[in-house]
């Protein structure tokens, strides 16, 4: 079984915690390092599952900083995460996904995204569920995906899109 780090962070989430969908500046703050990256999360969320046991989730990192940087996992209290890309319709487990300086990544229905699977309970519309995204270069970052309706979809104005 995989070590718990996201229990001690959680403590940290206060600071972290995200809107679904809000100010483009609003979210976990720097997730800086020496690399030249400079992170921030934010358009965190998670549809309610229709499955007991597999939900996905979607966020934007954004990357303000002159070096590139990778997603390279993820780990939650809720069950266990694996990061996914979508190309041509097809999704396959990957062990990262690139930040481009000056850049983003988006993960959002369709695409790429998070996978939860064996999750220890089913998330209802209205909680939040806490993951660790760890970097290639970054620090971590600790950030609160909202539960919205299964049916939720980002508006026209969302700073992810």
Do not use: W
């Not at 809107?19 to 997730?31: E, F, Q, T």
């Not at 939900?55 to 993820?74: I, M, P, Q, R, Y």
């Not at 290639?136 to 309706?149: G, N, Q, R, Y």
């Amino acid at each position: 079984m995989r070590g718990r780090p996201a229990l001690a962070a959680v403590t940290l989430a206060g600071a972290l915690v995200l809107a679904g969908c809000g100010d483009p500046d609003a979210g976990s703050g720097p997730g800086s390092s020496a690399s030249g990256a400079e992170l921030s999360v934010d358009a965190a969320y998670i549809p309610q599952p229709v499955s007991a046991s597999m939900a996905a989730g979607f966020l934007t990192v954004t990357n303000k900083g002159d070096a590139e940087d990778a997603l390279t996992s993820v780990t939650s209290e809720a069950g266990d995460v694996t990061v996914h890309e979508t190309v041509d319709g097809t999704m396959k487990e990957v062990d990262r996904l690139p930040i481009p300086a000056h850049g983003r990544l988006v993960l959002e229905s369709g695409g790429n995204h998070l996978m939860f699977e064996n999750l220890e309970q089913q998330p209802k519309q209205g909680q939040t569920v806490s993951v660790e995204l760890r970097f290639a270069h970054s620090d971590p970052v600790t950030v609160e995906l909202p539960v919205k309706a299964a049916t939720y979809r980002p508006g026209a104005g969302h700073s992810g899109h």
